[in-house]
């Protein structure tokens, strides 16, 4: 496994623990404001970043 993959791995479940920490934050209900839905999506297009290295990488 190459060194990209291995931090765009990482960095995955970093962005993956940013979004349980919202929902943690909004439970039990999960309902979002509008910070918290600007965070997620964020961090969504982030992750989607990362994973699109990892399938590159590990293709």
Same mark, same amino acid.
């Given at each position: &496994?190459? =060194? =990209?993959?291995?931090?765009? *791995? %990482?960095?995955? @479940?970093?962005? *993956? #623990?940013?979004?349980? %920490?919202?929902?943690?934050? #909004?439970?039990? +209900?999960? $309902? @979002?404001?509008?910070?918290? =839905? +600007? =965070?997620?999506? &964020?961090?969504? $297009?982030? *992750? /989607? /970043?990362? +994973? #699109?290295? @990892? ?5």
């Amino acid at each position: &496994m190459s =060194r =990209r993959a291995v931090d765009a *791995l %990482f960095q995955a @479940l970093y962005l *993956l #623990t940013d979004i349980r %920490f919202i929902l943690r934050e #909004t439970a039990p +209900v999960h $309902e @979002l404001d509008d910070d918290q =839905r +600007v =965070r997620a999506g &964020m961090a969504i $297009e982030k *992750l /989607k /970043k990362q +994973v #699109t290295i @990892l399938e590159e990488e590990l293709s």
